[in-house]
């Protein structure tokens, strides 16, 4: 004979919740041995919910704050790289040219001014460079390629010459075909934007780097072999080239040292999002943090209970007369 089934009579409604809140704790537990927070944070948190979402809200913040200073410093050091490199590709030039005008070797000149044109098409290089999609000596118009060919630029400051009655004239049309608003450098070599509103921005046409291709420019057609007859004629023009670029340099060690000080305000700013955000981090684990090594420890004893309570289920599940009379 048996007895009639435990759920109806022996097992009460109350011995079935009790199982049933055990695995629910359970998985709570679990999930906070796991992440090592509370899973319920209202009834964890009560009153300072409001606390623990204004801590979150600020920790978010601090992670967009911290993408945006990474992608001014990932422009600021690929902009620092390609001046560097221009830098290093052009100086010296402007001494090989003066000593070569001073000693009249034509060879040395000729050198030179070859050398001069293959650093001109460097410097356009380096400053058509790009950070993702955007151009970064294109000022505003970040989509336009900034310059076009340096072959179209020495052409147009030969005509420059070609056309010059004089030294002097010559010098009148280059600073106004580099420097006046609507000259040639503005309206047909410079592809993109005159200026920029991201002042961390170097443009291909700030004032440093103008005064080095025009310098360059000269220096280029300065070779005695195939130089205009106002170069040959004049030689001052030539020197005249050599004394831009050394000016250009200069300007460009400036140029460089400001965006450097950028770089190094960058990284303090970096350094006070750590702090803050260790500041709210350690904050918002005060207030709903759960030790995982406690949590793990009443994981232990949840499952315990849990594997009681299936053993009491099966055992009067499966009591009989004969069972209850031993």
Same mark, same amino acid.
């Given at each position: *004979?048996?007895?009639?089934?435990?759920? !109806?009579?022996?097992?009460?409604?109350?011995?079935?919740?009790?199982? +049933?809140?055990?695995?629910?704790?359970?998985?709570?537990?679990?999930?906070?041995?796991?992440?090592?927070?509370? @899973?319920?944070?209202?009834?964890?948190?009560?009153?300072?919910?409001?606390?623990?979402?204004?801590?979150?809200?600020?920790?978010?913040?601090?992670?967009?704050?911290?993408?945006?200073?990474?992608?001014? &410093?990932?422009?600021?050091?690929?902009?620092?790289?390609?001046?560097?490199?221009?830098?290093?590709?052009?100086?010296?030039? #402007?001494?090989?040219?003066?000593? +070569?005008?001073?000693?009249?070797?034509?060879?040395?000149?000729?050198?030179?001014?070859?050398?001069? &044109?293959?650093?001109?098409?460097?410097?356009?290089?380096?400053?058509?460079?790009?950070?993702?999609?955007?151009?970064?000596?294109?000022?505003?118009?970040? #989509?336009?390629?900034?310059?076009?060919?340096?072959?179209?630029?020495?052409?147009?400051?030969?005509?420059?010459?070609?056309?010059?009655?004089? $030294?002097?004239?010559?010098?009148?049309?280059?600073?106004?075909?580099?420097?006046?608003?609507?000259?040639?450098?503005?309206?047909?070599?410079?592809? @993109?934007?005159?200026?920029?509103?991201?002042?961390?921005?170097?443009?291909?046409?700030?004032?440093?780097?103008?005064?080095?291709?025009?310098?360059?420019?000269?220096?280029?057609?300065?070779?005695?072999? @195939?130089?205009?007859?106002?170069?040959?004629?004049?030689?001052?023009?030539?020197?005249?080239?050599?004394?831009?670029?050394?000016?250009?340099?200069?300007?460009?060690?400036?140029?460089? $040292?400001?965006?450097?000080?950028?770089?190094?305000?960058?990284?303090?700013?970096?350094?006070?999002?750590?702090?803050?955000?260790?500041?709210?981090?350690?904050?918002?684990?005060?207030?709903?943090?759960? #030790?995982?090594?406690?949590?793990?420890?009443?994981?232990?004893?949840?499952?315990?209970?849990?594997?009681? !309570?299936? *053993?009491?289920? @099966?055992?009067?599940?499966?009591?009989?007369?004969?069972?209850?009379?031993?």
């Amino acid at each position: *004979m048996r007895i009639p089934p435990p759920a !109806s009579h022996i097992i009460s409604p109350a011995f079935g919740q009790t199982v +049933a809140s055990l695995r629910e704790s359970i998985t709570r537990t679990a999930q906070e041995a796991t992440t090592g927070r509370y @899973s319920d944070l209202t009834a964890q948190l009560s009153g300072r919910i409001g606390t623990a979402m204004l801590s979150q809200k600020a920790v978010e913040d601090i992670g967009l704050r911290r993408e945006q200073v990474s992608l001014r &410093e990932g422009r600021l050091e690929v902009t620092q790289r390609s001046l560097t490199l221009i830098n290093e590709r052009v100086t010296g030039l #402007d001494t090989k040219m003066r000593d +070569a005008l001073i000693s009249q070797d034509e060879r040395l000149q000729g050198l030179t001014a070859r050398d001069a &044109e293959a650093a001109l098409g460097q410097v356009f290089n380096l400053l058509n460079v790009r950070f993702g999609e955007r151009f970064l000596f294109a000022g505003d118009a970040t #989509d336009t390629q900034p310059l076009g060919s340096p072959g179209d630029l020495l052409a147009a400051i030969r005509s420059l010459a070609d056309v010059a009655v004089s $030294a002097t004239d010559f010098a009148v049309a280059l600073e106004t075909y580099f420097n006046a608003p609507g000259g040639g450098w503005q309206t047909s070599a410079l592809r @993109s934007a005159i200026d920029a509103s991201d002042p961390d921005a170097v443009t291909a046409n700030d004032a440093s780097i103008v005064k080095l291709i025009s310098g360059l420019a000269v220096m280029a057609l300065s070779d005695p072999a @195939s130089s205009p007859a106002l170069f040959k004629a004049n030689p001052d023009i030539s020197m005249a080239g050599a004394e831009q670029v050394s000016a250009g340099l200069s300007d460009l060690t400036n140029l460089r $040292a400001d965006r450097g000080v950028t770089q190094s305000q960058i990284e303090m700013e970096k350094a006070s999002l750590d702090i803050e955000e260790t500041i709210f981090t350690k904050e918002l684990n005060n207030l709903w943090g759960r #030790d995982q090594y406690e949590a793990a420890s009443a994981l232990k004893q949840l499952e315990t209970a849990l594997e009681a !309570s299936y *053993m009491l289920t @099966s055992r009067l599940s499966s009591l009989s007369l004969l069972n209850f009379l031993r």
